[in-house]
């Protein structure tokens, strides 16, 4: 069996779409991402801009703890 996403106090619902490779991500948009033990279920939003404007690239792609900038603030927020 897989775990059932978890979903925090600002009123995310349903289990959003997985992340692609590709599409055209901004600020505030949400995603899911498939993974393995503790990433199964986790949800990610792109923080506003400035940093929204990488959400589309594949090199920051949400992951588990979510991608470091050069600044040391990650571009995406965990939910």
Same mark, same amino acid.
């Given at each position: ?12 619902? %349903? ?18 991402? !498939? ?5 199964? %279920? !986790?949800?990610?939003?792109? !923080?506003? #801009? ?21 600044? %040391?603030?990650?571009? #995406?927020?965990?939910?």
């Amino acid at each position: 069996p897989t775990a059932t996403p978890t979903f925090d106090e600002d009123g995310i619902t %349903g289990c959003p779409e997985e992340y692609e490779t590709g599409a055209k991500y901004g600020e505030n948009d949400i995603v899911s991402i !498939k993974g393995t033990g503790e990433t199964v %279920g !986790k949800i990610y939003q792109c !923080k506003p #801009w400035p940093l929204s404007n990488h959400c589309q690239l594949e090199a920051y792609k949400p992951v588990p703890g979510g991608i470091i900038l050069h600044n %040391g603030e990650p571009l #995406w927020r965990e939910c």
